[in-house]
């Protein structure tokens, strides 16, 4: 077992879409810090006060060095599973991919189906497969990054893997984080899982389309959300019919112009 | 469940000091975590036992100092005892604030022989 994520015995793999799992588990767990001894006899005690993430925000920092030199936006897409990652990411790519390069890293515990469903769609995309882990981490994003070689001034997206609590913890370098949420999960979400939503600069509401059969008060979500978060900006969308999408677009292309101007 | 990956990432972090110290076994080990770092001690409790078997930790008494969350009202400047992310300011009832304490998610320290 990895002795910093916890990946279980069966680990991490990293794969393009229709290759065959091959173990790529490499992390690399040296740092060097400063810290107290006091002696008793044998017994010693050690003052340390290091924080149980620094590796993980390291790696982080790491990663995101490599995104400002290359000027590639990163963003890191969490939700509960099911609330449109993936549909949200594809509809996204038919409309945009002639206007900007795109690469992916899919995050799943098992199976290559995401990154098979943007392989359809002639988009670069490594699939992350966290066997046991509930959730992405740097180092699985350098590797991935390593094998998909995105170019200067692209977008990267990274589906984390569906758990709206473990992966609000770890940064994995990323300039903005989105999360999602569909209007069939309930508008108290924000408050019952308030560090995912505390953690990110956007939200998607996505799909709307149902808002006719669905009992849901749209107004109440955003009040909740606001109350764990006063930063959030919200984007109502239908990934199925497209609906609200340009908003999203649009602040897309905003983000990606400062962005460019940060790193020039 | 992330719990998993943080008593990972400590015995990560105890194997190395341990190592360094040049001792074996560590008798007692310290956490600092604060009630909004996103930890269940719990959960944390739970998966601990089968996370250390085998590891320096193994024999290690675990204690934990757990920090209560403070914010900043960014309104009224009042200082308040915060249980949960959305609580509002007790005096001006506002949102806005500024987290001072209660994110804590450290090691402070470590006894080895
Ligand atoms: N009606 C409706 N259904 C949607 C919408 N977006 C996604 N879905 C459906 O919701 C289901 C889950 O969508 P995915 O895109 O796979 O969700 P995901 O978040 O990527 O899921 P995981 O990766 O498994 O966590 C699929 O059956 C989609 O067709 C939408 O806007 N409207
Ligand atoms: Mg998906
Ligand atoms: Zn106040």
């Known amino acids: ?264 | 469940m992330h719990e998993l990956s943080i008593a990972m990432g400590i015995i990560n972090i105890a194997k190395k000091e341990t190592e360094k110290a040049n001792k074996t076994s560590v008798e007692l080990i310290e956490l600092e975590i604060g009630s909004l770092a996103g930890v269940e001690l719990e959960s944390l409790e739970y998966v601990w036992e089968t996370a250390v078997k085998n590891t320096v930790l193994e024999n290690a008494k675990l204690e934990i100092d757990f920090k209560d969350a403070k914010a900043e009202c960014l309104e009224c400047n009042t200082i308040y005892s915060m249980k949960k992310m959305y609580d509002s300011c007790p005096k001006c009832n506002s949102y806005f604030k500024n987290i001072l304490q209660g994110k804590e998610l450290r090691v402070k320290s470590l006894e080895v022989i």
Request: aromatic letters at 6%; proline letters at 3%.
């Open chain 1, 1 to 264: 077992m990895c002795g910093v994520c916890g990946c279980g015995t069966d680990g991490v793999s990293i794969n393009k879409p229709h290759q065959h799992e091959e173990n790529e588990h490499q992390h690399n767990h040296d740092h060097d810090h400063d810290h107290h001894h006091h002696h008793h006899g044998d017994k010693m005690i050690i003052d340390l006060e290091r924080d149980i993430l620094s590796k993980n925000n390291v790696e982080a920092a790491r990663n995101r060095g490599y995104f400002e030199a290359k000027n590639i936006f990163t963003l890191n897409l969490v939700s509960s599973p099911g609330s449109g990652k993936t549909s949200i990411l594809e509809t996204t790519l038919k409309d945009l991919k002639e206007k900007f390069p795109f690469y992916v890293i899919e995050g799943d515990q098992q199976t290559l189906n995401d990154a098979n469903r943007i392989d359809a769609l002639n988009v670069p995309v490594i699939q992350v497969n966290t066997g046991k882990g509930c959730h992405l981490e740097s180092d699985m994003i350098y590797d991935a990054v390593k094998q998909l070689k995105p170019k200067d001034d692209s977008i990267l997206m990274i589906e984390n893997v569906g758990n709206l609590v473990c992966p609000s913890m770890f940064d994995l370098g990323e300039q903005k984080r989105v999360v999602i949420i569909s209007i069939t999960e309930g508008e108290d979400k924000p408050i019952k899982y308030p560090d995912m939503f505390h953690s990110a600069d956007i939200c998607i509401i996505n799909k709307i389309d149902l808002l006719p059969y669905l009992k849901f008060d749209l107004e109440a979500l955003k009040k909740y959300a606001l109350q764990v978060n006063h930063h959030l900006q919200f984007f109502e969308v239908s990934a199925t019919t497209g609906q609200g999408m340009d908003t999203w677009y649009k602040w897309l292309e905003t983000e990606l112009e400062r962005n460019k101007q940060k790193n020039s």
